[in-house]
Nanobody
Framework: VQLVESGGGLVQAGGSLRLSCAGS????????VGWFRQVPGKEREVVAC????????YYSDSVKDRFTITRDNAKYMSYLQMNALKPEDTAVYYC????????????????WGQGTQVTVSS
């Protein structure tokens, strides 16, 4: 299983970015997908996730109504659309996948990408 994130970069506060996560070596439709972020010196936190069956989405309170997670099983892709970005959104963003994970917001993931840096300037 391999996950590769892309789409990070530098953006001004209030701007938008779309992160992509490309999966390979897995039956993508059987996996829940989560997006996480981590700032140096802090624990990694879940940002959003999407289940594998009903494609139900969940968000952390800090990004709710600003970020949108989607998936395209035919393309083995997940996306994180980030709008109204704030300086506190600056972090390395990771996608993760886990087969048949029902509690995608609090469950454990075995497969992780390498991360992509998002920097939001004020």
């Amino acid at each position: 299983v391999q996950l590769v994130e892309s789409g990070g970069g530098l953006v001004q506060a209030g701007g938008s970015l779309r992160l992509s996560c490309a999966g390979s070596g897995l039956t993508f439709e059987d996996y829940a997908v989560g997006w996480f972020r981590q700032v140096p010196g802090k624990e990694r936190e879940v940002v959003a996730c999407i289940t594998h069956v009903r494609e139900t989405t969940y968000y952390s309170d800090s990004v709710k109504d600003r970020f949108t997670i989607t998936r395209d099983n035919a393309k083995y892709m997940s996306y994180l659309q980030m709008n109204a970005l704030k300086p506190e959104d600056t972090a390395v963003y990771y996608c993760a996948a886990e087969p048949r994970l029902r509690n995608c917001l609090f469950g454990e993931y075995d497969y992780w990408g390498q991360g992509t840096q998002v920097t939001v300037s004020s």
